[in-house]
């Protein structure tokens, strides 16, 4: 079957818009999981979701963040009025288990904010 | 909160030699550790993982040592090679509940 899979690839939006990027976790796991790439940098953990528990949002930077996971598969990350400091490259990954076992990551959605 | 530190930055080696990049962590109750590699424009691609109850694991040219005690664990890559170009991550877990913590990324640049 396919990885992950995360739309779009690019999004080119201006300051103050909201957006939504897209997840497509692997069929049948149930632990999905969403980091933030700034140029250069590491992976920034931003929320998590393990079945049908709460997620642990404890990464989100600000109340401008939210995220769903629908039917527990796909996920939506949804960024309100968006700012210049939030460009960087959102990363999808999921998991068959929890966060011990192997995570398979999408190939990201590139954010730029103008 | 769990925090993983990962040196060096950027390594360079000449093929055929090794590469050595180090982590340490700081919650003791860890015990999956990772290591994920990433080339441009992809993301990140497990390589190999190891867990509390053991000490070392090899997968052909890579292996990964964990000390418990010193809580720091490494990624060694022997013979390498152009495609190991990339950048490493490492990262932690201390359950399946917690969020996985990555290090911030080691570039790695092997010269022909």
């Known amino acids: 079957g396919a990885g992950v899979s995360q739309s779009p690839s690019n999004k080119v939006t201006e300051k103050g818009k909201d957006v939504e990027l897209r997840c497509d976790p692997i069929s049948g796991h149930t632990a999905l999981y969403w980091y933030r790439q700034s140029l250069g940098q590491g992976l920034e953990f931003l929320i998590y979701f393990q079945g049908n528990s709460a997620p642990d949002k404890s990464g989100l930077p600000s109340d401008r963040f939210s995220a769903e996971r629908t039917g527990g598969s796909v996920s939506t990350l949804t960024i309100q009025r968006t700012q210049q400091e939030d460009s960087a490259v959102y990363l999808c990954a999921s998991s068959l288990a929890g966060t011990n076992t192997e995570a398979f990551f999408g190939q990201g959605t590139r954010l730029t904010v103008v | 909160g769990e925090n993983v530190e990962q040196h060096p930055s950027t390594l360079s080696v000449q093929e055929g030699d090794s590469a050595v990049i180090k982590c340490t962590y700081s919650d003791s109750a860890s015990n999956y550790f990772p290591w994920y590699k990433q080339e441009l424009g992809k993301g990140p691609q497990l390589i190999i993982d190891i867990r509390s109850n053991v000490g070392e694991k090899k997968d052909q040219r890579i292996a990964v040592t964990l000390n418990k005690t010193a809580k720091h664990f490494s990624l060694h890559i022997t013979e390498t090679q152009p495609e190991d170009s990339a950048v490493y991550f490492c990262?932690?877990?201390?359950?399946?509940?917690?969020?996985?913590?990555f290090g911030k990324g080691t570039r790695l640049s092997v010269i022909a």
């Open positions: 990262a932690a877990s201390t359950s399946g509940n917690t969020p996985l913590v």
